[in-house]
Nanobody, 116 residues
Framework: QVQLVESGGGLVQPGGSLRLSCVASGINFSASMMGWYRQAPGKQRELVATISNTGSTNYADDSVKGRFTISRANVKNTVYLQMNSLKPEDTAVYYC?????????WGKGTLVTVSS
């Protein structure tokens, strides 16, 4: 059974930073593509970033490029999302995502609130 457990969300002021973590189990982590999605209140879930099994990264939107960094530690079965210069519009539930042989898996999400 695949499990993805996110942590690291919380309340942060505009301009602040957070690092999200996602620990995976029940999956061949080092062979899987990993990523982060987010869903803001009243909006559809959207891709934030992905990282391939070889470490290639992709950021879905210019709004996060240069501020967010996705990385992975295969020895820890963990994927990270470092978020800097946070803005109120980054407020959302952030979901960890894994894909193996085309099958998607999701975590339950962690809430990030950017507010003064």
């Amino acid at each position: 059974q695949v499990q993805l457990v996110e942590s690291g969300g919380g309340l942060v002021q505009p301009g602040g930073s957070l690092r999200l973590s996602c620990v995976a189990s029940g999956i061949n982590f080092s062979a899987s593509m990993m990523g982060w999605y987010r869903q803001a209140p009243g909006k559809q879930r959207e891709l934030v970033a992905t990282i391939s099994n070889t470490g290639s990264t992709n950021y879905a939107d210019d709004s996060v490029k240069g501020r967010f960094t996705i990385s992975r530690a295969n020895v820890k079965n963990t994927v990270y999302l470092q978020m800097n210069s946070l803005k109120p519009e980054d407020t959302a539930v952030y979901y960890c995502y894994a894909q193996r042989y085309g099958v998607p898996f999701w975590g339950k999400g962690t809430l990030v609130t950017v507010s003064s």
